[in-house]
């Protein structure tokens, strides 16, 4: 059986593809779990300092759940389908969203249901021009169940995405541009480029400071404006007493004395 996630590394950033190409990298159980055991071996390598996650093949990113696996799920009853479906998925995408290293979504293709929420959970994303996004569950009679119902309105508002989220229409990369859920979209030969600069541009700066920023950031969307202060004191906190602090502030003095 091949690999479900592929993975390599290329100088500080590894690249993960989901590799079922022939069912245009759908979700399935093993192939969720095996990212998840990724992303914690990612974790504890400190060499690697993101992550570049895209698909397979020419048509898709992911286009969503496996249906066919988790319709048998749904058969055993709620909750067997809350377990083994909705939980797994939830427990992905919030661990992309806080994940302590930046990931970087590199959208090659059809990006519908889970994949489309992924995007919306990962930090950054690039969609090539051929790129397409949808929240079709509604055709199938269910709800989003990867965190859909919640991080699209909170990128896109809740009119523009619950236009989306109530119809199933696709969208355009272009219109994904406009509602906030990737960050550029670029020609399709371009797309990993594109991917691994915005990595490297991130990774120019301390790694822990990075993890900070992310923690922040994440924590404090979810809390009142007065708790994700209190939150953005905590972190900077944490980072005002290293090493990569005070190398950071005197090498900026030394270079303004320097002019």
Known sequence: MPDLVLSETRGTVA???????????ALNYALIDRLMALLDRI??????????????????????ADIAEFS???????????????????????????????????????????GCEITEAVHLAVASERASFAKPEIAIGITPTF???????????????LEYLLTGDSFSPQRALEMGLVNRVVPHDQLLDAAFALAGRINRHSQLAVARVITAATRGLNVSISEGLAIEGEQFARMAATQDTREALDAWLAARASR
């Open 147 to 161: 965190g859909g119902t919640q991080r699209l309105p909170r990128l896109a508002g809740r009119k523009r995405a």
């Open 43 to 64: 974790e504890d390598d400190a060499g690697i300092r993101a992550v570049v996650l895209t698909g397979a093949g020419e048509r898709a990113f992911s286009a969503g």
């Open 72 to 114: 048998e799920s749904v058969r055993g009853g709620p909750d067997a389908a809350v377990k083994a479906f909705v939980r797994r998925g939830q427990t992905m995408t919030a661990r992309l969203e806080a994940f302590p290293k930046p990931v970087i979504a590199a959208v090659n293709g059809i990006a519908f249901g889970g």
């Open 15 to 25: 690249l993960l593809t989901f590799n079922r190409p022939n069912k245009l990298n």
